[in-house]
Structures are given as C-alpha cells and as structure tokens.
C-alpha cells in the first residue's frame, strides 16, 4: 500500500485521500491482485458448480447467496392492515437506480389490488372541461421519463428524535430514500386540456386506496414538473407504488405524490385535508406548525462504513454514500474523519443529475485509531446541509418531518461502527 499513497496528498485529517485517488491507484487499491501461484492453481480446483450445468431458466430474482439484500423493517402499525413502512437497503446498494422491488414503502391503509379496466383518473373542480382517463387512454399521450429520488418527509425522523442514538442499520434510519427511472405523462398537458379557470391556484389529488389519501398541491409545482406516473425503471408501476398510475412531483416529500390516484380536483386554495394538518406539518418552538414544507432539504448519508459493515483492521478502504437535493444538482460533497474539525472533497460519480441521488466515493487509509466519519452535501443553489444543532434552532423538540441533518458515524480501534451525535 505504501507505493500506492507515498505520492498522495491528504486533504484532510485521519487519512482521507484526494478525490482523485480512485483514478491514480487503479486496481491496486484493495490488494486484490492475483498472485501468480494463485493464476497457477486456477485450473486445478474445480468447485461442484463448475462441474454440472445448472437450474433451468425460471423467473427473475437476486442470486440466494443476496437474499438478504430486501426492503427492512417492515411494520404494520398495531390493529392497522398495511399501515405502515419499509425501507430501502441503502447500505448494500450501488450505483443510483433503486431496484423496483426494494424501494421503500409507506401506506396509510394497505395496497390495493386495483383493476386498470375499472380505473379511471379524473380532473374536475375550477376547469373548463371535466376529463376522465382510463390507463389505455393515458397511454396515446406523449410520455416522459426522469430518473429521481422519493423520500418520505419522515425519513431519518426516529435518530432525529430518540434521545440517545439509535444503533441501527443505516437503511433503518435513512431508508425512506429510493431513485427510479419514473416514467409517465406531463399533468400540464391534462391540465391545459381541461382548460384550467383563472381562480384555479391549487389542485388536491386523492388516492384509490382505502384512506384516500389526498394531498394539496400549488398549481406552478404541476405546471412545472409533475407528472402523472405509470411507469416505474421501465415496467409499469409495482401496486405497492400505486398501480396502476401515481402522481410523482421531483423533488416534493413522497406524501405528496399521491399514489393509486383517482382525481384531481383544480381548487382555489388548499384543502386543509386530514393528512396536510394531522401530520407532515413542521413544529417550531413557539408553537406554530408549519404547513405545506414541500421540497425536500439537501442531504447525504455515508452507507458504507454504518452500523453493522465493521472494519476489519488498518488499511485502505472504500468510504461510499448517497446525496440527494430537491433543489437540483448536487455539486459538491464533502467528508470529515475527524468530526467535522476538517473537510476533503468526495468522488462523485458520474451521473449527476437533477433531483436524483448522486453516488459519491473516497478513499480512506484508515490507521486503526478511533475515529468520526461524517458528509455534508452542498448543492447547485448553495443550500449546505447542516449540522445537527443548527437544524433543531427554531424548531420544537418533538417535530419529526423533513429532517436532513448531518449523519456521523463513529469508528472504534476494534474496527466497529455506532451511530452518535455531534
């Protein structure tokens, strides 16, 4: 390792490496190259699955050795049927494209098994014509597809408000966060067909499921960029994330982006519906609750090291994560291995797009002392994600939405990790 870093400026304290590292190192960085005795023996040991054919073709699924990697903490609320959440196990993925069958979920009532015959979406209220849209009809419309994240507004909320830290999972703490390729049709486009009347500044979309679920929505954020979804990374939407067609707004907390959806109805304000002020609303400390927080706050967790992928001695390791930004791009994210005391810039990969999760990557040396490992994302628009302390100023001590406070990671001399709190 030494000939691989003698050449390597630290940029920061505790052996964070110049972002650039990746490129310079080459293969070399997690000596794993082959011995040549090890190249000599390749063809003597033959493994049981080397010397037979294997199972016949059958449907799709992860190899049995990755069965553990699947949605975690799957709850149902006490006395509820489906109520409840999932999440996506961001420790054990790569790249930005959550798979469809691990992105998270949040139900208020279940999933419902609905046929798309029967299933009509239906835009009313202040229009100049009503329109009603079976799924075959929404299908002659020019479609769009953008890959993006969706988070729930309570994601991270439970370290946000345990009063000591949770040692858990990073997926269990931040899982609510999944990116797909969503693909469906412009709602402008249905909008301007129905003729939207000048009194018309909102909309309420409500959902097919058995809390009808119904969220409002500014009209400039539907004019902008919200679409109706039906597909999800290339195949139509899964039930669990609201076959046959969903509302999808970039960027917004996946509570608004009513899933299962049935109308929309083009109103003059907001509604004030059951789930926009009994819940998703956001505390502060002089008592005042504030409503309709959409955007989702810039923001990073570092996925690997995290509770539960310990280190296993002194060395070179792969420090990976996730940023994301309902304010555009992300530009810039940076680590700290000694508690925020000094920064390096990270390796983003290299689709950085929009409203999208970013990878990012560095490498490591780490010495085999303890140490306090934590990002801090920064996007286009200069919005820096904060601290823990600076985010509770102003807000009351029980809120629970849109936390995107700095996550930091604690490692020991044995190698473990534990989530704490600077």
């Not at 003698?6 to 964070?16: D, P, S």
């Not at 090890?38 to 799709?60: L, N, T, V, Y």
């Not at 046929?115 to 009809?137: A, N, T, Y």
């Not at 004019?223 to 999808?248: C, K, V, W």
Request: net charge neutral; proline share 5%; aromatic share 8%.
């Amino acid at each position: 390792m030494k000939k691989l870093t003698e050449n390597m400026n630290f940029t920061a304290k505790n052996g964070l490496l110049d972002r650039r590292f990746f490129l310079k190192a080459g293969l070399g960085v997690g000596g794993g190259l082959l011995s040549a005795s090890a190249i000599g023996s390749e063809g003597k040991d033959r493994f049981p699955w080397m010397k037979q054919p294997g199972s016949g073709m059958g449907e799709s699924g992860p190899s049995n050795f990755e069965s553990h990697i699947k949605r975690d903490s799957v709850g149902t609320q006490p006395g509820t049927t489906g109520s409840g959440a999932s999440r996506t196990p961001i420790e054990h993925l790569d790249g930005i494209i959550t798979p469809s069958r691990l992105h998270f979920e949040r139900h208020h009532s279940g999933i419902p098994e609905i046929d798309p015959d029967q299933h009509r979406l239906i835009i009313h209220g202040l229009v100049e014509r009503p329109l009603s849209f079976s799924l075959e009809s929404l299908a002659r419309y020019q479609h769009t597809s953008n890959i993006q994240f969706l988070e729930c507004s309570g994601n991270s909320g439970g370290n946000m408000m345990a009063p000591q830290p949770l040692q858990r999972k990073a997926s269990d703490l931040h899982g609510l966060v999944s990116c797909s390729e969503w693909g469906g049709i412009p709602l402008k486009v249905l909008l301007e067909e129905a003729g939207v009347k000048p009194e018309g500044k909102w909309i309420v979309a409500s959902g097919s499921d058995a809390a009808m679920m119904s969220r409002s929505v500014p009209i400039e954020k539907i004019m902008d960029d919200a679409i109706i979804a039906t597909h999800q990374n290339g195949e139509p939407l899964r039930p669990s994330n609201g076959y046959p067609m969903r509302l999808f707004l970039p960027g917004w907390e996946g509570n608004a982006c009513v899933k299962w959806l049935r109308t929309i109805k083009v109103t003059s304000g907001p509604s004030m519906t059951k789930d926009e002020t009994s819940k998703y609303s956001d505390l502060r400390d002089d008592g005042i609750a504030e409503l309709f927080t959409f955007p989702m706050g810039v923001k990073s967790v570092i996925t690997s090291p995290s509770v539960g992928l310990n280190f296993a001695g002194a060395g070179i390791y792969q420090v990976k994560g996730i940023a994301w930004s309902g304010s555009g791009k992300i530009k810039t994210v940076e680590l700290s291995a000694d508690g925020g005391n000094t920064w390096a810039e990270a390796l983003l990969d290299q689709h950085v797009l929009s409203k999208s999760l970013t990878r990012f990557r560095s490498a490591w040396n780490w010495d085999g002392t303890p140490a306090t490992i934590m990002s801090r994302a920064i996007d286009e628009k200069g919005n820096v994600q904060p601290s823990r302390e600076s985010w509770f100023v102003g807000r009351a001590k029980n809120t629970f939405y849109h936390f995107n406070a700095i996550q930091t990671w604690a490692i020991n001399s044995a190698g473990e990790v534990s989530n704490v709190y600077l």
